[in-house]
């Protein structure tokens, strides 16, 4: 969340702690997220080794399926739905009731994205290496 979010944030008296309540559906949320998301990577995986794909080739779809999120992540959920939509004023709306001045909040860039693409390719090759050493 960019500085000037939590800025907005604190100004409207709207906490960042979650509720007991909040907790709960946090983690079912991430259990069965996180279950997909490893099932779909062994999915992945197993069905490129048995159709024979090389390292290269694994590693690529590895990449491209890491990449496909983050981009998703950064683009439509970061950039797009923050700064270009009404979501934030809306939020805020909803959690006090009163009108708010600021309807969306600036673009974050914090340096942090290209590490992350980058440290994707060496985990898709692990990943790779992985599953053509347990599944051929």
Known sequence: MTPGAKKLLEE??????FSMKGKISLALLVAVVGTLYVITIIS????GVESGMDFWQLTLRFVIFFWMISIFDAVVLDWWMFTKTRIFGILIRQKT???PTVWSVEPQWDGKEIP?????????AVLAWIFLGIFQ
């Open 44 to 47: 992945a995986g197993r069905q």
């Open 12 to 17: 409207h008296g709207i906490s960042r702690k």
């Open 97 to 99: 009731g009163k009108t």
């Open 116 to 124: 992350k693409l980058i440290t994707e390719v060496a985990v898709s």
